[in-house]
């Protein structure tokens, strides 16, 4: 059964970049079709579509963020990894990775979330 | 402001049934046949109930049910339970260069 789990700094320092990894366990990030997608949910708020990337490196990103995000996969870890760039307080959110197959339209598995907060 | 449309709260009595409906644009909802739906209990991840509109993956029970008219999308729940209490998304697919958009969410109590 493939799972997703999210790693990274909880605190990041206002106008720094925000890093955080997603490693993908029980399965292969490069078999099937799929997209791996990052999302984020600020509290008490809804969610947020931030980007996807394909095994083959292939991105798309929210255009609301396109200019500072940075989505990379690494297949031989079977990981993909997030950056988001001069981050301000209202990047203070919830952050998950979810699985997207193309066959099914839905971000079918989703990993716990980690919450970072961004600090002034 | 979300892209699609969810009205903030619905409620309903053990037993009973309530839908919640997800309105979007022919860009969206209407264009596509990729809508999906997510329930999501306090500091959990969301869990995918419903996709591809009406479809339930693996486990999901069938009082959950899911249509589509035109750019507006519905999620009911039937013979509510008091673990179906919890906040509810929409998704749709929005095209390539989009990819997806959310509605804002519904929370869903269960009197």
């Known amino acids: 059964q493939v799972q997703l789990q999210e790693s990274g700094p909880g605190l990041v320092e206002a106008s720094q970049t925000l890093s955080l990894t997603c490693t993908v366990s029980?399965?292969?990030?490069?078999?099937?079709?799929?997209?791996w997608n990052w999302i984020r949910q600020p509290a008490g708020s809804g969610l947020e579509w931030i980007g996807r990337i394909s095994a083959s490196g292939s991105t798309n990103y929210n255009a609301s963020l396109k200019s500072r995000v940075t989505i990379s996969v690494d297949t031989s870890k079977n990981q993909f990894s997030l950056k988001l760039s001069f981050v301000n307080a209202a990047d203070t959110a919830v952050y998950y990775c979810?699985?997207?197959?193309?066959?099914?339209?839905?971000?079918?598995?989703w990993g716990q979330g980690t919450m970072v907060t961004v600090s002034s | 402001q979300s892209a699609l449309t969810q009205p903030p709260s619905a409620s309903g009595s053990p037993g009973q049934s309530v839908t919640i409906s997800c309105t979007g644009t022919s860009s969206d909802v209407g264009g596509y046949n990729y809508v999906s739906w997510y329930q999501q209990h306090p500091g959990k991840a969301p869990k995918l109930m419903i996709y591809e509109v009406s479809e339930r993956p693996s486990g999901v029970p069938d009082r959950f049910s899911g249509s589509k008219s035109g750019n507006t999308a519905s999620l009911t729940v039937s013979g509510l339970q008091a673990e179906d209490e919890a906040d509810y998304y929409c998704t749709s697919y929005a095209g390539s260069s989009n990819f997806v958009v959310f509605g804002g969410g519904t929370k869903l109590t269960v009197l």
């Open positions: 029980g399965g292969s990030i490069s078999s099937g079709s799929y997209y």
């Open positions: 979810a699985r997207w197959p193309t066959m099914r339209g839905a971000f079918d598995i």
